[in-house]
DNA sequence: TGAAAAGTAAACTGCTCAGTGTATGATTGA
DNA sequence: TCAATCATACACTGAGCAGTTTACTTTTCA
């Protein structure tokens, strides 16, 4: 072979990099299998060679952009660092994941697809939030640690990703706005830290 | 006449119910002139009597449902009545608005648009978050006489904000999750007040 | 009552799109 | 080198869409 991957593999490799851009650019409905195709520089009945139809190429680039988005590492309870620092370490690590543009991309194209057809986008919004698991088990470890106050570990743990996703997801993911520096984040990772040990603190 | 309504009004209020009924259902790409025209019962002709075209139709749609969620009064900041119920009736108040129907149509549709055509809807949005101002000036007359620790207030606002929405607005308009009941509303609000008053009250 | 205004059905234009069929040329690996 | 695999160009089908035209009927209101 002339080439570091097999023509096919290249020419797959581009038809899904051109599916991201179009599907992220125009939303499902508005993206045109020809476009695709042009984009990616292939010709037509190549990129059905190697996708069936455009629901099962939409069906793809979300898997693909989900195993792009998806390598986190937990934050573990550790009893004997500081309740302040660890927090702040999980809603950090947290944003990180929400500012990534893979993620972005991903949640993007899931709502898009899910507002117009909730069957197509159902699956993928669940993974989307089994994925938000983290702050649960490091709120419950802490609890029965007897650092963090007992009581409604859900409702603490939806307090606290609120905080962080309301300034820090749902306005990019939904309007468009700009992400957050890395400053600002670490701003409102703190103060959403501190109200949130105001009240839960022992 | 024979009725409560000249035809012409009646046939127009069909249109715009149905294309209410079918852009939210579809968004505005794959909702169909013809299909919104049969759900209405009028001919195609008449609806395009009645809007110049597609584009025009979905403009009006916008502005009915944006006037039918503007029915909101202000509840202003009492220095004599306690802060915790006064909190709460803000929120509750927020709530009502957020979990609208036309409201959350509105919204919806206005996302949706907003995700495929960042002018489409650009405005609509502009318009929904002025309309958000209530917590802001509440907050800073607590501040101002005293009650409230003083420092950055839109952070403060922002925070109880996402409170209430990162459970009772963003789940709802993104993912089709179902409405909260007022008794989890209440519960919400509560848990919200809470957390807020232990770090911010004086 | 009668003319103007509004509604109707249905065909039609010109367009875009998803997906297929075919004949031909390039790439691959044994 | 050679046969199998894959890519390409392009024409084509069948469908849906926005918007228009036409010939006709119903409603309104003075």
Aim: net charge positive; glycine share 4%; hydrophobic share 45%.
């Amino acid at each position: 072979m002339t080439s570091t991957q097999r023509l096919t593999d290249r020419k797959r490799e581009a038809i899904i990099q051109a599916a991201i851009a179009e599907f992220r650019a125009n939303g499902f409905v508005a993206t045109s299998v020809d476009k695709v195709a042009a984009r990616a520089e292939v010709s037509k009945r190549t990129l059905y060679n190697h996708f069936p139809s455009k629901d099962e190429l939409f069906a793809e680039i979300l898997r693909v952009l989900w195993r792009s988005s998806s390598s986190q590492e937990e934050v573990p309870y550790r009893t004997n660092a500081p309740m302040r620092a660890q927090l702040l370490e999980l809603l950090m690590q947290k944003m990180a994941l929400l500012a990534d543009d893979s993620f972005l991309d991903l949640a993007r194209v899931a709502i898009a697809a899910f507002i117009h057809s909730p069957e197509r986008a159902q699956d993928m919004i669940n993974r989307l939030g089994q994925k938000e698991g983290g702050l649960y088990g490091w709120i419950r470890a802490a609890q029965k640690d007897g650092r963090l106050k007992p009581g409604d570990t859900s409702l603490a743990a939806q307090q606290l990703e609120s905080l962080v996703k309301g300034a820090a997801f749902w306005p990019q993911v939904t309007m468009g706005q700009p992400k957050l520096s890395t400053r600002e984040q670490r701003k409102l990772a703190s103060a959403a830290v501190d109200l949130f040990l105001s009240h839960y603190a022992v």
